[in-house]
């Protein structure tokens, strides 16, 4: 989003022998075929509307239940209180921040002014090279980060769907606040897809790429899905259950081919954050 301003003075108002400066003129307002005020193209304004976004009655206030189910998951991390969280954050209203960036200076004058700057979105960018984009609950907690920010009210798929655009790896709610929180990459793509967030050890899809993943493997007599460590880092923990007899070698290449056609399934790397096996004689 562009901002630019100029004005182009009319040579002859003010100018000797220009005449007297009427007030002035308006040209006739559009009208359709039946007469009725209309926009240039010819349509009538009758009946026309403004689009609603779903925020008219919004005045820049968190939702309650959001924040404690933030503080919930602050105080007691892991995939219950986290399922509750999202369910709060896929219903809530979001405020995205833009800034005002430079992209013309003029320095003509001995000093640098901007005569052209767009709108962009903020991103967040970690030691390790991962990207944030940062989202807020209200006015407030976007203020307490950048007073200069601007609020861009949005759903929270709208926001996850940027976050994506951007190439940014995970959502940071509130960041300046006591409540911080961040929405891992499952989160982000579940957000970004409109469907449910569900734990990957309690998933579905998760279950039956893995159960796919294990079925050539001979030695793998059983398997199942749990949640790893540390609680609320979205770990998930494969255990494998395995023959006796097989040497150390044999079992970091079982699990490293499991876990390479685990990985081959786009969908399924979207809804695990992290992987982990670990290993049992069968039963």
């Known amino acids: 989003m562009s901002h630019e301003s100029s004005t182009t003075p009319d040579p002859t108002v003010g100018q000797p ?25 010819g349509q009538a304004w009758q009946g026309k509307a403004i689009p609603s976004h779903g925020f008219s009655g919004d005045q820049g206030d968190a939702d309650p239940e959001l924040l404690a189910a933030l503080a919930e998951v602050r105080a007691r991390p892991g995939p219950g209180n986290e399922a509750v969280l999202m369910e709060r954050v896929a219903r809530s209203r979001w405020l995205v921040p833009v800034v005002a960036v430079a992209t013309e200076v003029d ?25 944030a984009l940062p989202m807020f609950s209200s006015l407030a907690a976007l203020a307490e980060w950048d007073p200069a920010a601007r609020p861009v ?10 976050a994506i655009s951007e190439e940014c790896h995970v959502l940071v709610v509130d960041v300046a606040s006591e409540h911080a929180t961040v929405l891992r990459p499952s989160m982000l793509w579940a957000l970004a897809q409109e469907r449910a967030w569900t734990p990957s050890h309690l998933d579905n899809h998760v279950a039956a790429a893995v159960a796919a993943a294990v079925a050539g493997e001979d030695a793998v007599v059983d398997h ?21 007899g097989l040497d150390g070698d044999t079992v970091s290449t079982i699990a490293t081919r499991i876990g ?19 290993l049992e004689a069968a039963r």
Do not use: K, N, Y
């Open 260 to 278: 390479e056609r685990i990985a081959t399934d786009g969908e399924t790397r979207a809804r695990i954050d992290a992987l982990t096996f670990a």
């Open 224 to 244: 199942r899905l749990e949640a790893g460590e540390p609680a609320g880092a979205g770990v998930l923990r494969v255990v494998l259950g395995l023959r006796p």
């Open 17 to 41: 022998g220009s005449g007297p400066v009427g007030p002035p003129t308006t040209s006739a307002p559009h009208v359709d075929e039946a007469g009725r005020p209309s926009d240039s193209a």
């Open 107 to 131: 320095t003509s004058s001995g000093h640098a002014a901007d005569t052209r700057s767009d709108m962009a979105a903020v991103t967040l960018t970690a030691p390790d090279g991962s990207r």
């Open 153 to 162: 009210p949005v759903r929270a798929a709208a926001a996850a769907q940027a």
